[in-house]
């Protein structure tokens, strides 16, 4: 599914990208090369990016 259509970023990338980069949707955008263009996207985005970190956390502590 795309979450940002003027950037063309897939669900699937932004997610991979969260778990490489901190902060926000900007920040991650910016990570891809990318910068929000009309904006809608950014608080879908950032609810992605809040659920990959909550995951990544997750793993980590059933590792542990």
Do not use: F, K
């Not at 979450?3 to 980069?21: F, G, K, M, Q, S």
């Amino acid at each position: 599914m795309y979450v940002c259509i003027c950037n063309a970023i897939r669900e699937n990338d932004l997610r991979c990208a969260a778990r490489r980069c901190a902060g926000n949707a900007e920040a991650v955008y910016g990570m891809l090369g990318r910068t929000p263009q009309c904006r809608q996207c950014l608080d879908d985005a950032d609810d992605i990016i809040a659920d990959e970190i909550g995951s990544a956390r997750m793993r980590i502590s059933a590792a542990a």
